[in-house]
Nanobody, 127 residues
Framework: QVQLVESGGGSVQAGGSLRLSCAASGRTFSRYAMGWFRQAPGKEREIVAAITWSGGSTYYADSVKGRFTISRDNAKNTGYLQMNSLKPEDTAVYYC????????????????????WGQGTQVTVSS
């Protein structure tokens, strides 16, 4: 069992930056792919970025490509999402998630493929 806890959310002006962290409990996090999702009010949860267990492959939604960077430090059992050049449309609750398939080289873009979820952290970007 893995528990995920996000932190780093907050309120920023457009053009600003935030760095989200996802701290995982348990010794198996390093074996799992992880993803960052977000959900704005009245909208479905959507993929933001994903990264394989090794960090060797990443995926970004078109809306954040070039602005956000996903990374992980398996020694610290922590994943990160660096968000630069934030826009008001980035406002949402951000969730980290882990896919419990060991050492998978696949990256999945839908919430249903992920087994563990954090509680979410609010990101608000004002214009």
């Amino acid at each position: 069992q893995v528990q995920l806890v996000e932190s780093g959310g907050g309120s920023v002006q457009a053009g600003g930056s935030l760095r989200l962290s996802c701290a995982a409990s348990g010794r198996t996090f390093s074996r799992y792919a992880m993803g960052w999702f977000r959900q704005a009010p009245g909208k479905e949860r959507e993929i933001v970025a994903a990264i394989t267990w090794s960090g060797g492959s990443t995926y970004y939604a078109d809306s954040v490509k070039g602005r956000f960077t996903i990374s992980r430090d398996n020694a610290k059992n922590t994943g990160y999402l660096q968000m630069n050049s934030l826009k008001p449309e980035d406002t949402a609750v951000y969730y980290c998630a882990a896919d419990r398939t060991y050492y998978s080289t696949n990256l999945y873009y839908t919430p249903g493929h992920y087994d563990y979820w954090g509680q979410g952290t609010q990101v608000t970007v004002s214009s």
